[in-house]
């Protein structure tokens, strides 16, 4: 059971370079709390509403597809099918923060107090990567948020104008159900007339639903990405300290020419030791990191890779109209960033893992004295220890994701020609 102090987050958190964004909608989705909020408990309980409204809609969604038998053009079941499969992975996510969340807490809190830290005593170099990974994680979020809020845009206005002045294509679940009519893309996403004809359900439920999922979606894959690029952002301020070998970040008041061979020495080995304790804290947030996607994604792993096939082959074989064929688009370009930006910033960890590596050696190290060259020989072979992150059986890197896009190609292949014959 959560405990609400436990879930709170101080306010200038929430003024975080990079985790602005997302924590100001985390707090309106209720999963994170300000210790200045009058009544934090309430974020709890909204935020288990939005969850169980999540898994609610998935269920009817579910329910609608397996119950609607076959269709009589691929095209009229693919977006309900696609809309409902993706919805099982929004609803694993959800339900694995949601049970999270203390772990989620505990990582903002560290990851806030770091960043400060940083800020604090980052020269403009460091400033500059900071103001970097700022800008690329909002880049990287409207990348995702984009396409997501224009097919939820495009449902809405359609819903509306038919409403308005074609209120026969809207209000028609019993000839819908018979046969007789095709339903609205709205509907046809979220086809919970079929279940249960009345206003609420029929015709509100759709428009809750798709709300929280152009929302949610974007919102928890790019908050992951910016944790992920935050460990990158540790690891080369990381780099870049440990080819200066600079002492006087230790004690800006040092006077390196009047020290002797022995001080010298002992500011060198103070400074590997602050490095080994950078280290150890970066891997300890990897593995939490891990800890924390490892089902999910292996989750959309299975599942993204299914539905692309899927939808690759209803454009190739069925007879899709305009919003239909936008739809899917969208749908096949929101999965692949999804997967894509899970690999891709997990390859970008090792990479800069393997610099830091390779920053023990290019230090100059031949001007140090012996204990320090065996400090740092010491330091540069734990470094190459591996610091892959999987998803419970696949490792997270670039390899993996042409696995996924190319065996999801190969059985599309295989069911054009099946079809075909």
Known sequence: MFKVKDLLLSPDSFENPIFRMHLHCFSWYGYVASTEQAHPWFSLIRCTI??????????????????????ENLSDGAT?????????????????????????IQMLRFAHADLVAIRMEADDLELSLLDATQRYVRTITMLLWV???????????????????????????????????????????????????????????????LGLGITTIPLWHTFITCLMKYITLKLQILTKRVIE??????????????????????????LCKGFVVEQVKIRRFVHELQQLLRVPVMADFIIFSVLMCFLFFALTVGVPSNMDFSFMIIYLFVMAAILWMYHWHATLIVECKD??????????????????QKTLL????HTQRPMKMRALLVDMNLKTF????????????????THAY
Not at 81 to 98: H, K, R
Request: with cysteine; aromatic share 16%; charged share 15%.
């Open 50 to 71: 939005f969850t169980a409204s999540i898994w609610i809609s998935c269920a009817l969604m579910l329910t609608r597809v397996f119950l609607s038998g076959s269709y």
């Open 402 to 417: 042409l696995d996924i896009v190319r065996g999801a190609y190969s059985y599309f292949n295989l069911l054009r020609s």
């Open 80 to 104: 309900s099918w696609a809309t409902a499969v993706q919805f099982i992975a929004v609803s694993i996510a959800t339900l694995n923060a949601y049970v999270q969340r203390g772990r989620v």
């Open 355 to 372: 610099d830091l590596a390779f920053a023990f050696y290019a230090c100059e190290w031949y001007n140090f004295g012996l204990p320090v």
């Open 245 to 270: 070998m600079n002492i006087k970040r230790i004690k800006p008041d040092l006077v390196v020419q009047d020290l002797t061979t022995a001080e010298l020495n002992h500011w060198h080995l103070q």
């Open 147 to 209: 396409p997501s809020v224009v097919a939820g845009v495009m449902a809405w206005l359609d819903c509306i104008y038919r409403t308005i002045f074609l209120p026969q294509t809207v209000f028609n679940a019993a000839a819908v159900h018979r046969g007789e009519a095709q339903p609205i893309l709205l509907f046809k996403l979220f086809p919970f007339a079929d279940l249960c004809d009345n206003f609420v359900i029929g015709y509100l439920g759709p428009w809750y639903s």
């Open 378 to 381: 010491f330091m540069m072979k």
